[in-house]
């Protein structure tokens, strides 16, 4: 019985640092792309495709930074 309480144990504690993993790489990047957002619009105040790819580009990167950081965390 303790056996099986441990395999469900383990178990669930993978899953939610994965979970943790993901969430912190996806609201870092959303984050990092908010404030990207608001310094582009300072800078282009009439050009939303450079706002857009600034606010895209800096998550992207941020999330693929945190990814590859946390990585060797998880496993």
Do not use: N
């Not at 144990?9 to 959303?30: D, E, N, P, Y």
């Amino acid at each position: 019985m303790e056996a099986v309480s441990f395999a469900i144990t383990t178990r669930s504690q993978r899953h939610m640092t994965l979970m943790q993993f993901w969430l912190t790489i996806v609201f870092g990047a959303s984050e990092i792309g908010f404030i990207a957002a608001s310094i582009s619009t300072w800078y282009y105040h009439t050009g939303l495709v450079a706002v857009l790819a600034w606010t895209v580009g800096a998550a992207l990167v941020t999330g693929l930074g945190l990814a590859l950081l946390l990585k060797g965390k998880v496993e």
